[in-house]
Each structure stands twice: as C-alpha cells, then as structure tokens.
C-alpha cells in the first residue's frame, strides 16, 4: 500500500506546483527592488553631438517628482514598438521620461532618437551594463515607476504597451502625484 502512496503524494506534491506557475502571468517578473529605493549612479547622458559628453546624472536629481525610468537601446527591437507609446506618455506631460540608454553606442543612440522621436527628458549612458545590473535588469525594454521620494513603485518587464499604460502605469502614476 505505502508503495503506491509515495508516488500519488508526489503527484500531488508536483501538481500543485504546476498550478501555481502556470496561473502566474510570466511577464511578471518578481523584483526584490519594488518598495526600495532606487540605486543610486552617475552617469554621463546622451549629448547632442552623439559621443555621450552630456552632463552627469543620478536619481536624486528627480527627488520630488513621480518619473520613469525606461530602459532602452538603439539595437532593441522591443523599444522600437514601445516607442510610440513612450513618444505619446511623453506629449501628453503626465510624467518626465528618463532614458538609460543600455549597452549601446552613443552615436547610434542619438540617431536612433533622431529617427524615430524622442520622449526622454534625458538619457543616461550605461554603456557596460553596470547600473543595469544595479537595477536587476533582465532585458531591454524595462521600465520603473518611481516615486517622489526615490522609492521603486513598479517595474514593467517588455514593451509599454497601449494597455499596460492605461491599466497600470497611468493609474499608479496619478495616485503617486497626489
């Protein structure tokens, strides 16, 4: 009897775990940094002559603003189709957009953003990854919702999309400037 009991509970054992993993949505990437501050870097940003000699910046520079923080890179086929989305977020005000430009070249950063627009109230330059690591980036596209107090509120793992803007993003965006 006890030789056919061990096999079922670890059926058992193994299809609960199934349950659970495939309820889950696995886009949704658990980050140890929701409700941490955001790390801290200094960066050069993405001039205007594309050699990436724009002025140093960090995140305590938007200490008391709601902002984004969008992960991107010129060799991303992803931020190609979230682009319009950020280029929309981005006419429309309701939030400043920071770029950290990923592993990528400065010059084809810069013409990239002259091609397709430019929705980023800057864009730092993490060319060796590091501050990317920092922020457990996964791949590009990712984006942080962070708070007025430098505080990680969200993390969206792929492309913004018109759904995920109107769904989730807009709406933690608003209860986070009140």
Not at 101 to 127: E, M
């Amino acid at each position: 009897m006890k030789r056919f009991l061990i096999p079922l509970g670890l059926f058992l054992v193994l299809a609960v775990f199934l349950g659970i993993g495939l309820s889950r949505d696995p886009r949704e990437l658990p980050s140890p940094l929701i409700g941490k501050p955001a790390p801290a870097f200094s960066l050069p940003t993405l001039g205007s002559s594309g050699k990436g000699d724009g002025p140093a910046f960090g995140p305590e520079a938007m200490r008391g603003r709601v902002w984004l923080l969008n992960v991107w890179a010129s060799w991303c086929a992803s931020c190609r189709e979230e682009h319009p989305v950020l280029l929309a977020l981005a006419r429309s005000g309701a939030v400043p957009i920071v770029g950290l430009d990923y592993k990528d070249q400065p010059a084809q950063a810069q013409a990239w953003l002259g091609r397709l627009g430019n929705p980023y109230v800057l864009s730092a330059l993490d060319a060796d990854g590091r501050v990317g690591i920092d922020y457990g980036v996964y791949g590009v596209p990712e984006t942080y919702v962070i708070d007025k107090a430098g505080v990680i509120r969200f993390k969206q793992v792929g492309a913004v999309t018109p759904e995920v803007l109107k769904t989730r993003l807009l709406p933690l965006i608003q209860e986070l400037q009140r």
